[in-house]
């Protein structure tokens, strides 16, 4: 079954550091979310890409997140500098055309900033 | 804007009760997607179903099954003889881009 790879699945930073998630969506999906989830709380939703275009990243604190999916396949979520809010699990998901079911999610990645 | 209220936080029932998950739903769409997902503890999202707007009718996957009322704007899920794997988190979603709730804590005991 396809799945939507993600990686680091664990990272620890210090505060003021950059940090990095990669994310790799099912094969011909077009749109792809990036989602954070604090802990005890509902995924947020930060950007969402159709191809290579953000059609919505009104929640995405742009002064220290910025996304990119260049290519319109895999996409990388930079945060500079991480706070120690920043805390919390990111989760990619990607959607096509004739998708189904729901969104497929990747495991995540699980950003400790100390 | 999409809002979704899952008003129950954590419930706790024992192997083998069946459970009902309340999901109240807010968006301005004429016809638009709702979604369950669950969440184990190991952390990822697992899609349990979708379901358009315009498709009333009840469903029922096994021990899951889901009421759509669009006139009061609930999909409520129902876990039928509910096992102890099935304690996770459940998030009910509505929209293009989902939404999320805070989710409902669901604890089966043995």
């Known amino acids: 079954e396809a799945e939507v790879a993600q990686s680091p699945r664990y990272k620890i930073t210090e505060k003021s550091q950059a940090v990095a998630f990669w994310c790799d969506p099912i094969s011909g999906h077009a749109t792809l979310y990036w989602y954070r989830q604090i802990l005890g709380q509902g995924p947020e939703l930060l950007v969402q890409f159709q191809d290579e275009s953000v059609v919505d990243d009104s929640q995405l604190p742009k002064d220290r997140f910025s996304a990119e999916r260049l290519k319109g396949v895999d996409s990388t979520l930079k945060i500079q500098p991480a706070e120690l809010g920043d805390s919390a699990m990111y989760l990619c998901?990607?959607?096509?055309?004739?998708?189904?079911?729901?969104?497929?999610f990747g495991s995540g990645t699980r950003l400790t900033v100390v | 804007a999409q809002k979704v209220t899952q008003a129950q936080t954590e419930i706790s029932v024992v192997e083998k009760e069946d459970v009902t998950l309340d999901c109240v739903y807010e968006?301005?769409?004429?016809?638009?997607?709702l979604f369950w997902y669950k969440q184990p503890p190991s952390g990822e999202l697992v899609f349990l179903i979708r379901r358009n707007s315009f498709d009333e009718q009840n469903e029922i996957s096994g021990r899951y099954s889901w009421n759509f009322q669009k006139s009061t704007s609930s999909f409520n899920f129902t876990i039928t003889a509910s096992q102890v794997v099935d304690s996770a988190v459940y998030f009910c979603a509505p929209g293009t881009a989902l939404i999320f709730g805070k989710g409902t804590t669901l604890s089966v005991s043995s």
């Open positions: 998901a990607s959607s096509g055309v004739g998708t189904v079911g729901g969104y497929t």
């Open positions: 968006t301005r769409d004429t016809t638009y997607y």
